[in-house]
């Protein structure tokens, strides 16, 4: 899902992208251990910071959507991480990196072509590019 919400927050527009980062943290609050909104808050955070890289940049070089996916799962997991701790609990910090957040973000970068290419063709389809593009 993180992926997803970060591609089409560089690749759609942002309505489409706000749209789909709410329904996605929703639907992953349903079965996160967090309070109930949490992961929602997190993925409207990631599609607003992904929106500031350059168009040009993005269209051109999906390579740069690897690097914001890698960079934005990494905030994911370091907010959630800080989320534990704050609530009192121990996320068993090495476990959790050698574990979880390693394995996503490579994970998340190897979906990120695949991703980046069909929301060109959808984009392009449904007219859902980003309005700064036109």
């Known amino acids: 899902m993180l992926v997803m919400v970060a591609m089409a927050g560089l690749l759609l527009s942002?309505?489409?992208g706000l749209i789909l980062a709410f329904l996605s943290g929703l639907a992953l609050?349903?079965?996160?251990g967090m309070p109930f909104?949490?992961?929602t808050l997190l993925l409207l955070l990631v599609i607003c910071l992904v929106r500031l890289p350059n168009r040009?940049?993005?269209e051109v070089n999906p390579l740069v959507c690897m690097v914001v996916v890698a960079m934005a799962t990494s905030l994911y997991y370091a907010i959630y991480s800080l989320a534990i701790v704050a609530l009192g609990g121990d996320p068993g910090w090495s476990q959790v990196f050698a574990s979880v957040v390693i394995p996503s973000i490579i994970m998340n970068c190897l979906l990120s072509p695949v991703v980046f290419v069909i929301y060109r063709i959808l984009g392009r389809r449904a007219l859902l590019v980003r309005e700064d593009w036109q």
């Not at 609050?29 to 996160?32: A, E, K, T, V």
Request: aromatic share 24%; net charge negative.
């Open 56 to 58: 040009d940049l993005v």
């Open 29 to 32: 609050d349903l079965f996160s």
């Open 14 to 16: 942002f309505r489409v």
């Open 37 to 39: 909104g949490f992961v």
